[in-house]
């Protein structure tokens, strides 16, 4: 079992040290744990978005904290080296275009183990959160929305700044209550051109479990679309549970896997300085 969607304190969204993670790691057998502290870049979202824990303080994204997060994750791979158990550190970079070159000269700075994208804001809002959400729902048709979050996702993946895309149908977080079933299906015809790209660039694919504790029905991607990523040709994939609290890491990866098998995959992939290993999936 692996869990590359780990966020600790750094995060201002999550609780618990990175020694907490990785003793409840330790006692729930999983082999490889991935820190991914939210990193978002927009200068738009600056004063909602743009901020870390380091210590006692909240500091803003490009204040110094990175250097210390990395070293930090080091100290405790350290303790664990001789064993059948890794410790890698990443972050999880909301995307919007236009931002390119401020991703990069960040990531740049240190040496990072894992690169995951998502897309969490369309137009200036934040359609994964419960507050900012409905307002850009209420105004925008669920046709519209798809189309324009996809618009986003595919840039992210042409930018080929990332290693993985991370929750790919994200927008069903707050989205399933405010449209309902139907926006189960509305990737159709949509999702394919995406998944297309993530598959010619080799960029991962992230399972995700998240949605489980968020109240949906199932994994970050569905069976459907998880089913078309592997026919058109994707070999990559991950998987994290999206945690923010150290009793939650590892919860749903089991879910992950089987849901993989189903699909015809066989192996997950983890990184350790942006270069893919893979494992045999086990359940």
Do not use: F, L, T
């Given at each position: 079992m692996v869990d590359l969607h780990v966020h600790c304190g750094y995060s201002i969204?999550?609780?618990?040290?990175?020694?907490e993670y990785v003793?409840?790691?330790?006692?729930?057998?999983?082999?490889a744990i991935c820190f991914t502290t939210h990193c978002d870049l927009d200068p738009e979202r600056r004063h909602h978005d743009g901020r870390v824990r380091l210590g006692e303080r909240i500091v803003d994204v490009t204040d110094s904290w990175l250097e210390q997060y990395v070293a930090d994750v080091a100290k405790a791979a350290e303790v664990y080296a001789q064993e059948d158990f890794k410790i890698l550190c990443g972050l999880e970079i909301g995307y919007v275009p236009g931002i390119e070159n401020l991703i990069e000269e960040f990531i740049s700075s240190q040496r990072l183990d894992f690169i995951l994208g998502g897309v969490h804001t369309l137009e200036g809002v934040d359609i994964v959160s419960p507050r900012e959400a409905p307002h850009y729902f209420s105004r925008t048709k669920l046709e519209d929305l798809i189309a324009i979050y996809f618009e986003y996702l595919e840039a992210a993946v042409k930018s080929g700044l990332f290693d993985c895309i991370a929750h790919i149908d994200i927008y069903k977080r707050c989205g399933f209550a405010y449209?309902?079933?139907?926006?189960?299906?509305?990737?159709?015809?949509?999702?394919?051109?995406v998944l297309?790209?993530?598959?010619?660039r080799d960029i991962g694919l992230e399972l995700n479990s998240g949605a489980l504790r968020k109240g949906l029905p199932a994994i970050y991607?569905?069976?459907e679309i998880l089913s078309l990523a592997r026919s058109i040709g994707i070999s990559r994939i991950s998987m994290g549970s999206d945690c923010h609290h150290p009793?939650?890491?590892g919860e749903g990866i089991d879910i992950c896997c089987q849901a993989a098998l189903r699909a015809g995959f066989e192996d997950v992939c983890i990184w350790q300085h942006r270069t893919p290993e893979r494992l045999p999936i086990k359940v």
């Open positions: 969204d999550a609780e618990g040290s990175i020694e003793r409840i790691a330790r006692q729930k057998g999983i082999e449209y309902g079933e139907m926006i189960r299906v509305a990737h159709r015809g949509v999702v394919e051109g297309e790209e993530m598959a010619k991607p569905e069976d009793e939650d890491i």
